[in-house]
C-alpha cells in the first residue's frame, strides 16, 4: 500500500505493529510522527475474525476478537491523542460493522464491534472541544479476503455467495473495499468538522 501511495506521488512510511501489545503501539506511533510529521488521523481497521457457536467457542477465540478490535483501538486513540489534541485537529475513525447489531456464531465479533460503537462516542464527548472529532464506520457485507475465508469455512463458492447476499441488498450488490474508503476519505477531511460522535452504516441500505 506504500508503494503505491508512492508511486500516485504521495508521501508514505509502512510501519508493522501489534496493535493489541502496548509496548508496540508506541513504537510504531513514534516512528510514524518521526518520519511523517505528527498524526492527526487515526483509521482503527486493523481485524480478525474467529467464528464460532457460543458452545464451540474458546476463550482463546474470544479474547484475541477483542484484543485486536477493542483493545488495538484503544491504545491507538490513546497514543495519536495526544498529537492531536496539542495541534487541535485531530480525526479518529473506527471500523465497526454490521455485525454489532448481532450475529450468530459472531458473538466475540459481535461485541467486539458492538463496544467500538460505545469507544466512539465516548471519545467524540471528550475530544470534541480540542478539534478532534471521533466517528465509526459500519460496513455490510464487503467484498475481501475476510468474507472470501468465510464463503470457504462454510463450503460455499465465493460468487455464489456473493450473489446470495447481494439478493437481500437494496442496492443489488455487495461492497467493496472502494466503498468503505470514500466514507473514510469523508470523515477524515476538514469538511467533516462537524460531524462527531456518529456511527456510519455503508452497508447498501438500512439495516432493520
Known sequence: ???????????????????????????????????LGAPVVLVNNAGVIRDNLLFKMSTGDWDTVMNV???????????????????GFGRIINLS??????????????AAKAGLQGFTMSLALELGK?????????????????????????????????????ADIPVARVGVPDDIAHATSFLASEGAGFVSGQVLYVAGGPKV
Open 69 to 87: 478490535h477493542l483493545r488495538g483501538s484503544f491504545l491507538m486513540a490513546r497514543e495519536v491523542q495526544a498529537y492531536m489534541t496539542h495541534s
Open 130 to 166: 480540542d478539534g478532534v472529532t471521533a466517528n465509526a464506520i459500519a460496513p455490510g457485507f464487503i467484498e475481501t479476503e475476510m468474507t472470501a475465508a468465510t464463503a470457504a469455512r462454510i463450503g460455499m463458492d465465493f460468487d455464489e455467495f456473493k450473489a446470495k447476499v447481494a
Open 1 to 35: 500500500m506504500a508503494d503505491t501511495i508512492i508511486e500516485a506521488g504521495g508521501t508514505a512510511h509502512a510501519v508493522g505493529a501489534d496493535v493489541s501489545d502496548e509496548t508496540s503501539v508506541q513504537k510504531a506511533v513514534e516512528q510514524v510522527n518521526a518520519a
Open 97 to 110: 460493522s454490521v455485525s454489532a447489531l448481532g450475529n450468530r456464531g459472531q458473538a466475540n465479533y459481535a
